[in-house]
């Protein structure tokens, strides 16, 4: 598409400049030589990866209006965005950081559609290579996807993540979310305790206390 967007471009520029640096009379017409060198320019650029960089750029540019919401048109963003995700999971070698950095940022903008299926690719190719905080990454936003409802796939994660993490704050904060859905009260007020003394943030660590007591309260009732 690149080469198409440059053709006329080029093609005018190279009959202006021609035009305008010889008088004299050619025996072919002057716009057969523009054509050429418009040809042989964008052949150079394909072969210098021109193409390439060029939508490196664009959609390195359209994931970021997309995750800092100034997409003048989101709905078609996040279709390129989906594009984007598919792309460079299908790579013949594709990169594990590469995959995980779109679904990072993707994570923490709360588009955890389109982040769970980064994570989704992510996990597909690099199950086994992936540690467990990332795993933890991954259940969470299957998570908030699936409206803070569980799912065969996200206990499977969950667990993975807890064998490679068993400290993981966010993998024990969701597993005790599981066990308080299942009724086992005493275990979720184990597992968040746990996270207590992993966690950093200290808004994070108010937030679980909060939960905690309340959970306490509601069991005492």
Known sequence: MIFVILFVPLLIFFYLTLRGLTNLELKIPLYVVSFMCTLITLFIYKDLGGGENYSLVHDKEILKRFVIDESINSEQDAIEVRRIILEI????????????LVAKRLKEAN???????????????????????????????????????????????????????????????????????????????????????????????????????????????
């Open 89 to 100: 999971s299908s790579k013949e070698e594709p990169q594990a950081g590469e995959i995980y």
């Open 111 to 221: 588009e955890n559609e389109l982040a769970s299926l980064a994570f989704e690719q992510l996990y597909g190719s690099f199950k086994d290579e992936l540690g467990g905080t990332v795993l933890a990454e991954y259940a969470q936003v299957m998570f908030l996807k699936e409206e803070r409802k569980f799912n065969s796939m996200i206990e499977k994660v969950l667990k993975e993540a807890l064998i490679k993490s068993p400290n993981n704050p966010s993998a024990l904060t969701l597993q005790g979310l599981k066990e308080l859905e299942n009724k086992n009260v005493d275990l979720t007020i184990k597992l968040w305790s746990q996270a207590l003394d992993f966690l950093e943030n200290e808004r994070d660590i108010s937030e679980l206390r909060i939960l905690i007591e309340t959970v306490k309260k509601l069991k005492n009732q």
